[in-house]
């Protein structure tokens, strides 16, 4: 989810709106649903008749504004390539949004076909929409596509579950799948503080009526721009209602009301659900999305083990959440990628793909994986995904070495102390927000504390490619109840600059169950394994490889009292500092699992 993307169908009107005035003629409808309730539509149809056109349907939570036959959007479809070939550009209100009836409910669960026949969720209200549309819109070829970013995204993949007969092919980008398994609510049990907090303050109210967006609604006010001084500042979580929310967001109620994967979470999680799918799918992600990066990575997983029949194909750029769609995507922050990825993405894969699937032209041939290697900057065309290769280990060593080969020492550890009162930063500068950047920004900032353990490689000789998830394996001891511990992998550039290429938190709590929890006996050992997200990139030749090991990560991720215990609910008494060891030995080899595909010229 993503405040920016969500502003923008809400962007005032300016002359680039004439091109769609002349070319297309706006209606909007009401569209009934089985349940009797109706969602409000926009609907621009373009003013040549003397051919049929598919349709192009976007549902989004945030708005199909502007309102009004007379009012026209300033822009039509993914890109202006749709726009000047010619569909039926299909905007819809999801329930309970704005001018649609009824109510509307967070990450709709997926109620399946025992759901009866009045029973509703997102897959009903597409197939609904998609049926009333073929029947009742002159002018269209029976075939319909759904496209969507962010919480647009997760519609479009509830949406092509027991799709309508017309729908022919979807694009889920940057889709929420499960909320508390990695996308924008919880990663590995440990909350995302800051774009939560964000978004919430944004999303509002719920409400019982049609009403159009309110352009004079106050924005919630920081009254500051530095982030790491206000979340210090707002202290434990359940200050939030009682200093800002005041009860009034429901949303960020349920967040902090469901901190295990309880079945709240578990009825929101969309991958069971992607059986038997009938369009064709392209998934599309980005490597630096700081939102949704596990979102697309998650479905085209479920694709791949449930629907193996449906032509899918998954696409990871160099792009932060949504960047795929709009400029160029050559750069982020100080990082170049030495190419316009956008508009290469736009122009040879979104655009082919739905102009074949919805108008029968020419097949792109899509690869299965179409996945940008960061590194050497160059588009990588794999078979599958994860892709085949040798199994690496990035092992720690003592004197905070790290090696392809496995510690020979007996008994070897390193230890850190950890203290809530001051949290490890997720960025070395003044940022508000959830700054995008920060997932290739420099991390000399933190392997200078005394509470982050780091382990760097000698200078590689050859380049070195990973690609798919990182699997770390952490053996650790605790003077604390619960503690978190997060993984970062690090590009280390010949000139020093540490460049983040990968992080992810772990909540130790949950080390043998998301869903049951339970504390860690102090001075006894313990082991972590879990997923971070896949990366795909080179190493080079002459760069060395870092690997940060921290307990904070401060305010992207939620402070940790390092006491066991349902964390919003903590007073500060229930912060304390702790001291956290770190395995490195034959017995106890704590690293990195990932795969190694290789040099391909």
């Given at each position: 989810m993503s405040v920016l993307l969500a502003l923008l169908p809400l962007l005032a009107q300016t002359p680039s709106a004439e091109y769609v005035k002349a070319n297309y003629t706006k209606y909007e409808h009401r569209i009934p649903m089985r349940?009797?309730?109706?969602?409000?539509?926009?609907?621009?149809?373009?003013?040549?008749?003397t051919k049929t056109y598919p349709f192009l349907l976007s549902r989004t939570p945030y708005s199909v504004a502007p309102y009004g036959v007379d009012k026209y959007r300033t822009s039509l479809g993914p890109s202006e390539l749709f726009q000047k070939a010619g569909y039926i550009f299909v905007y819809q209100?999801?329930?309970?949004?704005?001018?649609?009836?009824?109510?509307?409910?967070?990450m709709t669960p997926h109620l399946g076909p025992n759901r009866g026949p009045t029973g509703i969720d997102e897959s009903t209200?597409?197939?609904?929409?998609?049926?009333?549309?073929?029947?009742?819109?002159?002018?269209n070829n029976a075939k319909a596509g759904i496209v969507g970013i962010s919480y647009p995204g997760f519609y479009a993949a509830a949406g092509m579950i027991d799709a309508h007969p017309a729908l022919k092919a979807a694009s889920p980008q940057a889709p929420i799948i499960d909320l508390f398994g990695g996308d924008d609510a919880y990663h590995n049990g440990a909350f995302y503080l800051a774009a939560n907090f964000g978004f919430y303050a944004f999303f509002g109210k719920k409400k019982s009526e049609p009403e159009l967006p309110n352009p004079n609604a106050?924005?919630?006010?920081?009254?500051?721009?530095?982030?790491?001084?206000?979340?210090?500042?707002?202290?434990?979580?359940?200050?939030?209602?009682?200093?800002?929310?005041?009860?009034?967001?429901?949303?960020?109620?349920?967040?902090?009301?469901?901190?295990?994967?309880?079945?709240?979470?578990?009825?929101?999680?969309?991958?069971?659900?992607?059986?038997?799918?009938?369009?064709?799918v392209l998934t599309v992600g980005g490597w630096y999305d700081a939102e949704d990066l596990q979102g697309p990575l998650r479905l085209d997983s479920a694709l791949t083990a449930q629907s193996s029949q449906t032509p899918h194909t998954l696409v990871m750029g160099p792009w932060v959440h949504g960047g795929?769609?709009?400029?160029?995507?050559?750069?982020?922050?100080?990082?170049?990628?030495?190419?316009?990825?956008?508009?290469?993405?736009?122009?040879?894969?979104?655009?082919?793909?739905?102009?074949?699937?919805?108008?029968?032209?020419?097949?792109?041939?899509?690869?299965?994986?179409?996945?940008?290697?960061?590194?050497?900057?160059?588009?990588?065309?794999?078979?599958?995904?994860?892709?085949?290769?040798?199994?690496?280990?990035?092992?720690?060593?003592?004197?905070?070495?790290?090696?392809?080969?496995p510690p020979a020492a007996a008994d070897s550890l390193s230890e850190y102390t950890a203290d809530p009162a001051k949290p490890v930063p997720f960025v070395g500068y003044t940022t508000l927000g959830m700054a995008q950047e920060y997932m290739v920004s420099d991390q000399r900032f933190a392997a200078t504390?005394?509470?982050?353990?780091?382990?760097?490689?000698?200078?590689?000789?050859?380049?070195?490619?990973?690609?798919g998830p990182l699997r770390p394996r952490l053996y650790l001891q605790s003077t604390a109840t619960d503690a978190d511990f997060v993984v970062k992998l690090i590009d280390v550039l010949p000139d020093d600059t540490q460049q983040l290429l990968r992080g992810e938190p772990f909540r130790a709590k949950f080390r043998d169950?998301?869903?049951?929890?339970?504390?860690?006996?102090?001075?006894?050992?313990?082991?972590?394994?879990?997923?971070?997200?896949?990366i795909c990139h080179s190493f080079r030749r002459g760069h060395r490889i870092m690997?940060?090991?921290?307990?904070?990560?401060?305010p992207l991720v939620d402070l940790h009292p390092q006491r066991f215990g349902d964390i919003p609910n903590m007073k500060p008494a229930d912060f304390q500092k702790a001291t956290h060891r770190l395995f490195h030995d034959s017995r106890r080899p704590s690293g990195i699992r990932s795969t190694s595909v290789g040099m391909i010229p």
């Open positions: 349940d009797g309730k109706r969602l409000f539509t926009a609907i621009y149809v373009p003013k040549d008749a209100d999801v329930r309970g949004r704005y001018m649609s009836e009824g109510l509307f409910v967070e209200d597409t197939f609904d929409t998609i049926d009333w549309l073929v029947k009742h819109i002159p002018g106050e924005r919630f006010d920081f009254a500051t721009r530095d982030g790491y001084d206000f979340y210090r500042r707002l202290g434990p979580l359940a200050n939030a209602n009682e200093k800002f929310f005041k009860q009034q967001s429901p949303y960020w109620n349920d967040l902090l009301a469901h901190t295990t994967y309880d079945s709240f979470w578990q009825a929101r999680n969309l991958a069971p659900h992607i059986r038997n799918i009938s369009p064709a795929w769609s709009r400029g160029d995507g050559d750069k982020l922050g100080s990082v170049s990628f030495n190419s316009k990825t956008g508009p290469s993405f736009r122009e040879n894969v979104e655009f082919p793909f739905f102009e074949h699937h919805l108008k029968d032209k020419a097949d792109p041939k899509l690869a299965r994986a179409i996945v940008f290697e960061t590194g050497t900057n160059r588009w990588r065309h794999f078979p599958q995904w994860p892709p085949a290769g040798e199994a690496k280990t990035l092992y720690f060593l003592p004197g905070g070495k790290l090696s392809l080969t504390r005394p509470d982050v353990l780091t382990f760097v490689s000698d200078v590689l000789e050859e380049d070195l490619i990973l690609a169950s998301m869903s049951a929890p339970k504390p860690l006996v102090p001075g006894q050992g313990f082991e972590i394994n879990f997923t971070m997200p896949d690997v940060q090991i921290q307990s904070s990560w401060f």
